[in-house]
């Protein structure tokens, strides 16, 4: 390890250790005697060492969080039990990336059997496909964004108590204790949500009296680094959520006020009714798995299109001797292999060309052949591997993976990137990955009852067809948008053996994000956290993107050759990570966190 990576260990460990009493219950929850000091001195890239455990290990994208599910692990909780209190703790430290006024993807592993549970958002019953179209036209983007027409019910409350139903060890009400008291007592407002405050953020968020007094200052500027925000009306939601279960929050005064507030948004009205809510359901799905090489990957399946992409890749790239091309040095240190990049961004080209025309909510639109079968068929993804040749495609075009016409438009809809990806493995033989969203930073800028609510419904499409041919991920009443939110489980195939959990923030770069960890873990033998400090880089079917500041002149040079359209932009992934490791002969865990962000790992 070197002296710097040492130091920051000591100084993260050492700030995480000290605790104030707190009142006694099944879990004890200590306030960290950090809560009220800012988790890092920038928010930029922080260079992270990695973490090691034996028995149970959580990873988060704040330290508060962390260290929530920290103290519920090792009360002897589940991965389920720490999921929840850290959820409830980010949606508090983090509430420009996620929350319960939004949704989330959750897979689990009990030791024997995966699970995925979908806590996705639903479009109001009464929203047609024109939902965000305007004078035949769509709308501007960030005009359907901001205001009540973008909110989705939320789904993360009622995934995650089904989720406790069936794995949780821990009183649901003792999770919650986490975030009440740090909502109740106070925490340091971060570099990194004062970051996201002084972009463009702080002058919508203004036009929401209540954000505007939580958030901002007198004067419409954010509030400063180090402030202590405190938010009694987040602590009583929950209180209430703690007491009574998700139906404090689906019927009653929590659902008349977010009704309440979208549907009198001032200039931009939304759908949504208290009827949508209280009907909610979250979905317990069959997973997606695939094979690839010596391994097996479990993650969501659609409405999520994350692991059937990554899976398309991964099966036109298995022929392709990927791990003869390990990264190289540059003055930064390793980035990818030329070639590397160019192999997986054409593949992501195909992959993405697919996920535009046939991925959506299956119960509303079925993928070819009913099921992702025909999309991750070894000779379908050997005939769009040929396509792969030694010069960039550029823009690739879907597929046929069924003999019968598909009749679907392709879909051109963004996807923001504010998300929180969690990671956990407790003592008791489970595991989980799960992301978490509001979709947009801060969601559709409207706060009710402390919480920011979602503008899911962004993740549609705008144009609900094209020459009278459907898109199939257009707005319908009661439907989920298509996502890109990719947690994912690996696993020796050859044992069963858990391997890695994975997941990362980042909208529609989400699938290049943890495809990049992937083939970096299993097929260039890094640890999950070299492979997540690793340049990241990919293809949406558009340009071949390299992060900003970490690609060297060779590697552009060298992609330009091959044809490629190279953009530098910013690349805010918030990767987390969990391996399985075994040192001097014993099993243990190894974590990773984002130096983009500021999220740590912590485990016994």
């Known amino acids: 390890m070197t002296t710097r990576r040492h130091h920051l260990l000591i100084a993260i460990a050492t700030a995480l250790l000290g605790a104030c009493a707190a009142p006694s219950g099944p879990l004890d929850y200590r306030v960290p005697d950090h809560a009220q000091r800012a988790p890092e001195a920038a928010s930029g890239y922080t260079e992270k060492p990695g973490w090691s455990a034996s028995k149970f290990m959580v990873a988060a994208a704040n330290p508060l969080a962390t260290d929530a599910g920290y103290q519920v692990l090792k009360a002897g909780g589940t991965a389920i039990d720490a999921a929840i209190a850290v959820q409830m703790v980010l949606g508090l430290v983090e509430p420009q990336s996620s929350g319960i006024g939004g949704g989330l993807f959750l897979v689990h592993f009990d030791g024997k059997t995966v699970k995925t549970f979908d806590g996705r958002e639903t479009a109001p019953a009464a929203a047609t496909p024109e939902l965000f179209m305007k004078d035949g036209k769509p709308m501007d983007f960030m005009e359907g964004v901001v205001g009540g027409r973008s909110v989705g019910t ?7 108590e089904l989720a406790h139903q069936q794995h949780g060890k821990l009183p649901w009400k003792a999770l919650f204790q986490p975030a009440i008291l740090l909502a109740e007592r106070g925490f340091q407002l971060s570099p990194r949500l004062y970051a996201t405050l002084k972009d463009d953020a702080a002058k ?3 036009a929401d009296a209540a954000a505007a007094a939580y958030f901002l200052q007198p004067d419409g500027s954010p509030k400063s680094v180090g402030t202590v925000l405190r938010n009694p009306e987040y602590a009583a939601v929950l209180r209430d959520v703690a007491e009574r279960g998700s139906i404090a929050f689906y019927e009653g005064s929590v659902a008349r006020d977010i009704v309440a507030k979208v549907r009198s948004h001032p200039t931009n009205a939304g759908l949504l009714t208290e009827a949508d809510i209280a009907g909610y359901r979250a979905k317990q799905r069959d997973p997606l798995c695939f094979d690839y090489k010596a391994w097996k990957l479990c993650g969501m399946p659609p409405p999520s299109s994350g692991p059937l992409a990554l899976g398309q ?3 036109m790239l298995a022929a392709r001797n990927l791990e003869t091309l390990k990264p190289v040095p540059a003055s930064f240190g390793l980035e990818p292999n030329p070639e590397a990049v160019h192999l997986i961004s054409e593949a992501g080209r195909l992959a993405y060309a697919d996920r535009g025309r046939f991925v959506a909510d299956p119960d509303f639109v079925p993928l070819p052949g009913g099921n992702a079968d025909a999309l991750l068929k070894p000779d379908y993804l050997w005939k769009r591997s040929e396509l792969i040749t030694e010069r960039s495609m550029g823009r690739a075009q879907p597929g046929t993976p069924t003999l019968a016409a598909v009749s679907l438009a392709n879909d051109r809809s963004p996807e923001l990137t504010c998300t929180s990806h969690i990671s956990i493995v407790d003592g008791h033989g489970n595991a989980i ?3 978490s969203t509001i979709e947009n930073v801060f969601g559709s800028q409207i706060m009710v009852r402390g919480f920011m609510l979602n503008n899911e419904l962004t993740d549609f499409s705008f144009v609900p067809s094209e020459n009278g041919v459907p898109v199939a991920n257009r707005v319908q009443g009661g439907k989920r948008p298509r996502s890109s939110m990719s947690p994912i489980l690996v696993f020796d195939r050859a044992t069963g053996q858990l391997v890695m959990s994975l ?5 529609s770069a989400i699938i290049n994000y943890t495809a990049k960890v992937l083939f970096a873990t299993l097929d260039w033998k890094l640890d999950v956290q070299q492979a997540i400090s690793l340049p990241n880089f990919g293809s949406r079917n558009g340009p071949t993107e390299l992060e900003d500041g970490r690609a ?3 590697l552009v040079d060298a992609l330009k050759a091959r044809g ?5 932009i910013t690349q805010t992934s918030g990767l987390q990570g969990i391996q399985r490791v075994v040192k001097d002969g014993q099993p243990g865990w190894f974590g990773g966190a984002d130096p983009r962000r ?6 016994d």
């Open 552 to 554: 060297s002149p060779a």
């Open 564 to 568: 490629h359209e190279v953009r530098l």
């Open 204 to 206: 919508t968020l203004g």
């Open 503 to 507: 997941g990362s923030p980042g909208g």
């Open 313 to 315: 890749m991964m099966g």
């Open 433 to 435: 990955a799960m992301t």
């Open 598 to 603: 500021e999220g740590i790992v912590m485990g």
């Open 154 to 160: 939320p789904g993360t409350l009622r995934a995650l």
